[in-house]
């Protein structure tokens, strides 16, 4: 077992909060990603749980043992950073197993975890070459083998996979997925990728200036954004987000005319929408359909345009001169300057207050598969 719980963990530097009350429960065997932009906390929260950083109030309990104030080498907690921090001088056999002889580790013991972390990860004909001999991708996977020989209860992942190209990320990834199959371990993951976030997580959390915006799993958190900031932050090509004013509210949604003047009912709770109210359409890439402009109450102008092969990203600037992206086939073809038409899909578009809150969808409501 490896529950970990935090409650109301704050962090500051001087008068500088970094984290402002942080409560969150993680399950043993999760894989969990912290996520968010620069600056949000989300790198001080980890090395908060490492203990390598003091923090300023609040407690962490490690399967419900406080180790708020245990020295890093005391919480069983194996960390991977950003940097391989690899000895240069050192055999990966040797970097392996460096710290289970300094515990003082019986020879055949270590030999034997060295062996199975090698296997694991398919180090086993690099076992013998200096990190200097590596490719970068073989060097994180060094750095994570040597966490793997102490059995910790949990492994802390710090944006491991940042210095690696674009190819070699999505193979580090894809072994990452592997590997917590493999140990059916509890893993915490940060990240600003949120390719990253989405692919490799149980449970997301989406952290802002030093708070907990939204937790759960990440088609929860694409379908069901509780605010403007998971909505926009988790998607990519990101959330359009179009201002509008609620016309009229029934039983089936609220219908809210754009500044276009198109109008748009969409399948959320009236609850806590007047009539007169200004709202923020949301919706995504994929739930907006280029039309014929003769046919269509709601017309754009192509800006740019980006082909991808199996996907075509459109850049468009409505005739309010509010800013769309639109997912289209690869086979796409259009023109700068061209007049489109859009529908957008009012059962997956998203409404949002005055104060960027989600309003609530009903149930009824269709949802992606």
């Given at each position: 077992?490896?529950?970990?719980?935090?409650?109301?963990?704050?962090?500051?530097?001087?008068?500088?909060?970094?984290?402002?009350?942080?409560?969150?429960?993680?399950?043993?065997?999760?894989?969990?990603?912290?996520?968010?932009?620069?600056?949000?906390?989300?790198?001080?929260?980890?090395?908060?749980?490492?203990?390598?950083?003091?923090?300023?109030?609040?407690?962490?309990?490690?399967?419900?043992?406080?180790?708020?104030?245990?020295?890093?080498?005391?919480?069983?907690?194996?960390?991977?950073?950003?940097?391989?921090a690899l000895y240069p001088h050192m055999s990966v056999r040797k970097n392996m197993s460096f710290a289970l002889e300094l515990?003082?580790?019986?020879?055949?013991?270590?030999?034997?975890?060295?062996?199975?972390?090698?296997?694991?990860?398919?180090?086993?004909?690099?076992?013998?070459?200096?990190?200097?001999?590596?490719?970068?991708?073989?060097?994180?996977?060094?750095?994570?083998?040597?966490?793997?020989?102490?059995?910790?209860?949990?492994?802390?992942?710090?944006?491991?996979?940042?210095?690696?190209?674009?190819?070699?990320?999505?193979?580090?990834?894809?072994?990452?997925?592997?590997?917590?199959?493999?140990?059916?371990?509890?893993?915490?993951?940060?990240?600003?990728?949120?390719?990253?976030?989405?692919?490799?997580?149980?449970k997301v959390v989406v952290l802002n200036q030093g708070r907990i915006e939204q937790v759960g799993s990440p088609m929860e958190?694409?379908?069901?954004?509780?605010?403007?900031?998971?909505?926009?932050?988790?998607?990519?090509?990101?959330?359009?987000?179009?201002?509008?004013?609620?016309?009229?509210?029934?039983?089936?949604?609220?219908?809210?005319?754009?500044?276009?003047?198109?109008?748009?009912?969409?399948?959320?709770?009236?609850?806590?929408?007047?009539?007169?109210?200004?709202?923020?359409?949301?919706?995504?890439?994929?739930?907006?359909?280029?039309?014929?402009?003769?046919?269509?109450k709601f017309q754009a102008i192509l800006d740019v345009a980006e082909h991808l092969g199996s996907d075509t990203y459109c850049?468009?600037?409505?005739?309010?001169?509010?800013?769309?992206?639109?997912?289209?086939?690869?086979?796409?073809?259009?023109?700068?300057?061209?007049?489109?038409?859009?529908?957008?899909?009012?059962?997956?578009?998203?409404?949002?207050?005055?104060?960027?809150?989600?309003?609530?969808?009903?149930?009824?409501?269709?949802?992606?598969?």
């Open positions: 077992m490896a529950d970990l719980t935090i409650k109301n963990l704050r962090k500051s530097y001087g008068e500088t909060e970094i984290l402002k009350g942080i409560n969150l429960d993680i399950k043993d065997h999760e894989f969990v990603v912290f996520v968010g932009p620069s600056g949000c906390g989300k790198s001080t929260l980890l090395r908060s749980i490492a203990g390598l950083e003091e923090v300023s109030s609040g407690e962490i309990f490690l399967n419900d043992k406080e180790i708020t104030e245990l020295a890093p080498a005391k919480r069983d907690l194996a960390m991977v950073f950003q940097s391989y515990a003082g580790q019986d020879k055949e013991t270590i030999n034997s975890k060295v062996d199975e972390a090698a296997r694991i990860l398919e180090l086993g004909p690099l076992l013998d070459r200096k990190p200097k001999d590596l490719s970068g991708g073989q060097r994180q996977r060094v750095a994570i083998g040597r966490s793997i020989v102490r059995h910790p209860e949990i492994f802390l992942f710090d944006e491991p996979l940042s210095n690696l190209d674009a190819a070699l990320r999505v193979q580090m990834r894809l072994e990452l997925a592997r590997l917590h199959q493999d140990l059916n371990a509890t893993m915490i993951y940060v990240t600003h990728d949120q390719v990253e976030a989405m692919t490799l997580a149980d958190l694409y379908h069901h954004p509780v605010n403007e900031f998971v909505a926009g932050f988790l998607g990519m090509p990101k959330m359009s987000f179009l201002p509008g004013k609620v016309k009229s509210v029934s039983a089936s949604g609220v219908t809210a005319e754009l500044t276009s003047g198109y109008e748009i009912e969409v399948p959320v709770s009236s609850d806590s929408i007047q009539p007169g109210s200004d709202v923020n359409i949301g919706v995504r890439p994929e739930h907006v359909i280029i039309t014929d402009k003769n046919s269509s850049y468009v600037k409505t005739l309010d001169k509010q800013m769309i992206t639109i997912r289209t086939p690869g086979d796409f073809l259009g023109t700068f300057g061209e007049t489109i038409g859009l529908n957008l899909d009012p059962l997956q578009c998203h409404l949002f207050d005055t104060n960027g809150k989600a309003v609530p969808r009903l149930s009824r409501a269709a949802e992606v598969a």
